[in-house]
């Protein structure tokens, strides 16, 4: 494979850097292979059918006793066994973040029928989470109060911080370009995807292993989040907690899983013969610098952040057939970032369709972004907008076509996904679909 690569750009060496006339070119980035474990399914092919039905993912929680909290449902990730994807020595070493993230990685790297051995020094990790690993924190805690301090985990150090997932999967593949995590709150995983898009472009490598992984429904985070009263308390109707921009709407959803795409620069993947599912076109990043936990009044960091990106892609706000929203299902959030949307695109903003995977999936935090960018690929493969479920009760405020209820077949060519987290940051990725 990779002298194939090095035909084709003669004289480049090992490591994509070191050939000064590549930074001259126009590198442009496109995904090749997607990995999802997500509250719908362990694998991608589950999660897109059950999204495109229009199937709930929320359930009564079941990995702790949630009898004494306000909030008992949550996304949870069903049946998945980490030894299915690595030995059990490493499991005991890893929290269930990065054992989301390792899964999804490998998948990923099998759709994309990738072998990143043989050009390991051009292949970077760049997996972000919002709160690393919550399990391991968690039951820690309760270790060093219950235990002589000589006695506790030893490996709390490398499985709590949110870099190890990043880390676990270059020693498994072999990947020793970039690596590094992102943490953003709940715009993390598109900021590693965009992030990792720029480090592609720039030359600094030919492939990413990128995307965002969670793993916080935990009894310490359900709580904290409730008495925040940002969750839903719908416990008797868990399917239909998650409503984004419903009138109704009492709060969010928590949610678990993963999500990784590989993104490879255009001319490197054609090389290999490689499937392209979209084009990365255009990223950007912007800060409310507002409010800890509220956006900006009428969405205004989002909506500077979707201006970037356009611009940067060099396409028409016209131009986009389909936005996947960040959707929380809270009010101040659908409202202001229905707000953003018509700040920008003015009256087309009545004419994109615009949906809330959450109302499905519920909030995954830190890998919110990742899973959201996979299903904006997969809707641009596929020609299927997935809908926002549980839209009952129209929000005066909350006006734009959300494709309520069922999936709507639609032959789309541009597509963004939209990212929001607490502190006020903003992601927002444009991707392309690839006339290959």
């Given at each position: 494979m990779r002298r194939s690569w090095v035909?084709?750009?003669?004289?480049?060496?090992?490591?994509?850097?070191?050939?000064?006339?590549?930074?001259?070119?126009?590198?442009?980035v496109v995904i090749t292979g997607i990995g999802l474990v997500t509250p719908l399914g362990n694998d991608t092919a589950s999660t897109w059918?059950?999204?495109?039905?229009?199937?709930?993912?929320?359930?009564?929680?079941?990995?702790?006793?949630?009898?004494?909290?306000?909030?008992?449902?949550?996304?949870?990730?069903?049946?998945?066994?980490?030894?299915?994807?690595?030995?059990?020595?490493?499991?005991?070493?890893t929290d269930r973040f990065t054992q989301f993230a390792i899964a999804t990685a490998l998948e990923a790297l099998a759709d994309a029928k990738l072998d990143v051995a043989p050009i390991g020094d051009d292949v970077g990790v760049l997996i972000g989470s919002g709160s690393g690993g919550l399990w391991t924190l968690e039951e820690s805690f309760h270790q060093i109060f219950e235990r002589p301090p000589n006695r506790f985990n030893p490996f709390f150090i490398t499985m709590q911080p949110s870099d190890m997932a990043g880390a676990n999967i270059s020693m498994l593949v072999g990947a020793r370009g970039h690596n590094f995590a992102t943490v953003s709150a709940c715009a993390t995983?598109?900021?590693?995807?965009?992030?990792?898009?720029?480090v592609i472009k720039r030359g600094d490598a030919d492939v990413m292993i990128a995307g965002g992984t969670e793993a916080g429904v935990t009894s310490m985070t359900i709580a904290a989040f409730a008495s925040m009263h940002a969750l839903s308390t719908r416990n008797d109707d868990p399917e239909g907690?998650?409503?984004?921009?419903?009138?109704?709407?009492?709060?969010?959803?928590?949610?678990?899983?993963?999500?990784?795409?590989?993104?490879?620069?255009?001319?490197?993947?054609?090389?290999?013969?490689a499937h392209m599912y979209a084009e990365v076109i255009g990223y950007a990043a912007t800060a409310d610098a507002h409010h800890i936990t509220d956006p900006a009044p009428g969405g205004e960091g989002l909506a500077r952040a979707i201006r970037r990106t356009l611009a940067k892609a060099k396409i028409a706000p016209e131009e986009v057939d389909y936005i996947n929203a960040h959707g929380t299902s809270t009010p101040p959030n659908d409202r202001n970032e229905t707000a953003a949307v018509h700040a920008v695109f003015g009256e087309y903003a009545r004419h994109?369709?615009?949906?809330?995977?959450?109302?499905?999936?519920?909030?995954?935090?830190?890998?919110?972004?990742?899973?959201?960018?996979?299903f904006t690929a997969l809707a641009l493969e596929h020609g299927i907008l997935p809908p926002t479920i549980n839209y009952r009760t129209p929000d005066p405020e909350c006006d734009l076509d959300y494709v309520p209820n069922e999936a709507r077949h639609a032959p789309i060519k541009v597509a963004l996904s939209e990212s929001m987290g607490f502190g006020g940051h903003n992601a927002v990725v444009a991707l392309r679909r690839v006339e290959e």
């Open positions: 035909k084709m750009y003669p004289g480049m060496r090992s490591h994509a850097l070191t050939e000064r006339g590549l930074q001259q070119m126009t590198r442009r059918a059950a999204l495109c039905a229009g199937k709930s993912g929320i359930g009564p929680i079941t990995r702790f006793d949630a009898s004494r909290h306000d909030v008992r449902i949550a996304g949870e990730v069903k049946d998945f066994d980490p030894l299915t994807v690595m030995d059990r020595k490493l499991a005991r070493r995983g598109a900021h590693a995807i965009g992030e990792a898009a720029e907690a998650s409503r984004p921009f419903d009138a109704t709407r009492d709060g969010f959803v928590s949610g678990e899983g993963a999500g990784v795409l590989i993104l490879e620069e255009m001319e490197f993947a054609r090389a290999r013969g994109v369709p615009i949906s809330s995977t959450k109302s499905m999936t519920g909030h995954l935090m830190g890998a919110a972004g990742g899973i959201e960018l996979a």
